[in-house]
């Protein structure tokens, strides 16, 4: 390429003017906005000056560590030494590299679909190879414990935020070549294909050593544009702005690193934001439609990945809005409860909490999951009066609880159980073993509260004696509670 070609577009560049300005911004504000989106959805209780903070902390840490360990793909290999946000910065790149693979992988199918490729198949197969290490590298960097606790919790949310920066710096990218060609005069160069183009960079940028992104993801941009017609001079001017623009993101990012401090990792977040809610609900919503053999072993799997993935995928353990309802919960058990029932144990954290607070009691959880048994079960090794069992081993329990189960815990639990149909086939058999005066106790989130606990109320024939709804400053939820000694007329057959 000679030394013509690049002042060409040095000079088709800077006669931009102020269109100049608006690309360069355009991909600075969309890798700022980007990053601070990111954020969030890994600490959804930062406000956003302090997202911006934290992204500019995540931006400095993926390009000065491989800078540090002479590494290539962008920060793979980096747990931080003593870096408490390691596992956010990590969870962050495997969400970024997955939604990568997709995006890229989409735009190199739909430029391979427009004709102009020489060999679209060679396009897509090298997009689905670069897909493919996308994600076994975002694979790799979720490999510590912690990681998957993190990607398990708010992975749906930190899949959608990339998704979302993904496409925004494709439209930063859109945005450069839009203006230069637009000051080149040149007509008939098809914005759709220009989107494929800079969805499929996207995809070479995250797998491209660095630094500066110089080569995969470079040639992945300018290569493409002169298939669908794009002069050299004007791609290479549109790459010009790119990369300046790149540039100066990468270095607000360190200056404002250098100078502040990010927030620490919260433990007071809750677990689930209205967003994260939606689409969970969503998904177990779409399984219980299913046919009742396909539903159910739909739903012991969805599960059983998620504890594979962690053993407190809830973060029971780390939240302090988990501790201040778990308290809500042993006070309304009280200390009398002979025998107790939790429906939808977990990890177990319940468990112990009664376990300690009754020890004369006995204690029994189950789950659908038999991972999440497993680790109940393994967590509750050092209590006598504790017993985990699956939701079909009701009927084995000995006959001595028979008639004896004196409280039966629902806690963040009715959620999965759609339909009063199917929450009356998942608890009948356990109303059959409760006493006369067996205490129903109801769990959850405020907004779905009266609604899951009336219907639940109903399927088992059941009246809500009493309730009460508690003001937590991170997510208020209400406890409501059932006897078997007050019956509605009919319950749910």
């Given at each position: 390429m000679s030394t013509w070609t690049l002042a060409d577009a040095a000079i088709l560049a800077l006669r931009s003017d102020v269109m100049l300005g608006v690309a360069a911004a355009a991909v600075v504000g969309a890798q700022a906005t980007g990053s601070a989106v990111r954020s969030r959805a890994i600490q959804p209780a930062l406000d956003w000056r302090a997202a911006f903070v934290a992204a500019a902390h995540d931006e400095t840490y993926v390009v000065k560590a491989p800078l540090r360990r002479g590494k290539w793909i962008a920060a793979i290999d980096t747990p931080v030494a003593d870096n408490d946000r390691a596992p956010q910065q990590q969870a962050q790149l495997a969400g970024v590299l997955i939604a990568a693979a997709f995006v890229g992988l989409l735009g190199a199918v739909a430029l391979a679909t427009t004709g102009h490729a020489p060999s679209p198949t060679l396009v897509v197969v090298l997009a689905s190879v670069a897909a493919t290490t996308a994600v076994l590298h975002a694979v790799r960097t979720s490999r510590s414990a912690a990681t998957r606790s993190l990607l398990?919790?708010?992975?749906?949310?930190?899949?959608?935020?990339?998704?979302?920066?993904?496409?925004?710096?494709?439209?930063?990218?859109?945005?450069?070549?839009?203006?230069?060609?637009?000051?080149?005069?040149?007509?008939?160069?098809?914005?759709?294909?220009?989107?494929?183009?800079?969805?499929?960079?996207?995809?070479?940028?995250?797998?491209?050593?660095?630094?500066?992104?110089?080569?995969?993801?470079?040639?992945?941009?300018?290569?493409?544009?002169?298939?669908?017609?794009?002069?050299?001079?004007?791609?290479?001017?549109?790459?010009?702005?790119?990369?300046?623009?790149?540039?100066?993101?990468?270095?607000?990012?360190?200056?404002?690193?250098?100078?502040?401090?990010?927030?620490?990792?919260?433990?007071?977040?809750?677990?689930?934001?209205?967003?994260?809610?939606?689409?969970?609900?969503?998904?177990?919503?779409?399984?219980?439609?299913?046919?009742?053999?396909?539903?159910?072993?739909?739903?012991?799997?969805?599960?059983?990945?998620?504890?594979?993935?962690?053993?407190?995928?809830?973060?029971?353990?780390?939240?302090?809005?988990?501790?201040?309802?778990?308290?809500?919960?042993?006070?309304?058990?009280?200390?009398?409860?002979?025998?107790?029932?939790?429906?939808?144990?977990?990890?177990?954290?319940?468990?112990?909490?009664?376990?300690r607070q009754l020890p004369a009691s006995t204690v029994i959880g189950s789950d659908v999951s038999t991972v999440a048994v497993r680790i109940a079960t393994q967590r509750t090794r050092d209590f006598s009066n504790v017993r985990v069992i699956g939701p079909e081993a009701y009927g084995e329990l000995p006959e001595s609880l028979h008639g004896r189960v004196d409280c039966i815990v629902l806690a963040e639990v009715l959620y999965y159980l759609v339909g009063e149909r199917a929450i009356h086939d998942a608890l009948a058999p356990l109303l059959r073993i409760a006493s006369e005066d067996c205490r129903v106790i109801m769990l959850h989130g405020s907004a779905d509260a009266d609604r899951l606990h009336d219907r639940a109320a109903r399927a088992l024939g059941l009246r809500v004696a009493h309730a009460r709804s508690i003001d937590d400053p991170e997510r208020p939820f209400t406890l409501a509670v059932a006897q078997t000694s007050v019956r509605r007329r009919s319950p749910c057959p």
């Open positions: 398990t919790r708010r992975g749906v949310h930190l899949l959608a935020s990339s998704a979302f920066v993904e496409a925004n710096a494709a439209f930063a990218v859109l945005v450069s070549v839009a203006v230069v060609v637009h000051t080149a005069g040149l007509t008939g160069i098809s914005i759709v294909e220009v989107a494929a183009i800079a969805l499929a960079t996207r995809l070479a940028i995250r797998i491209t050593p660095l630094p500066g992104g110089i080569g995969l993801a470079d040639a992945a941009f300018l290569v493409p544009l002169t298939w669908i017609g794009v002069r050299i001079d004007v791609g290479l001017a549109a790459w010009l702005i790119w990369r300046a623009g790149s540039l100066i993101a990468a270095a607000a990012a360190m200056g404002i690193a250098r100078y502040t401090h990010p927030a620490p990792p919260s433990g007071d977040a809750p677990a689930t934001t209205d967003g994260g809610r939606v689409l969970h609900r969503a998904l177990f919503g779409a399984i219980s439609l299913m046919p009742l053999r396909v539903r159910d072993k739909a739903r012991r799997r969805a599960f059983n990945l998620m504890f594979y993935l962690s053993d407190d995928p809830w973060g029971y353990q780390q939240l302090g809005y988990e501790r201040r309802k778990q308290e809500s919960l042993l006070v309304e058990v009280g200390s009398s409860a002979g025998v107790i029932v939790e429906v939808g144990c977990a990890d177990g954290h319940n468990l112990i909490a009664l376990a």
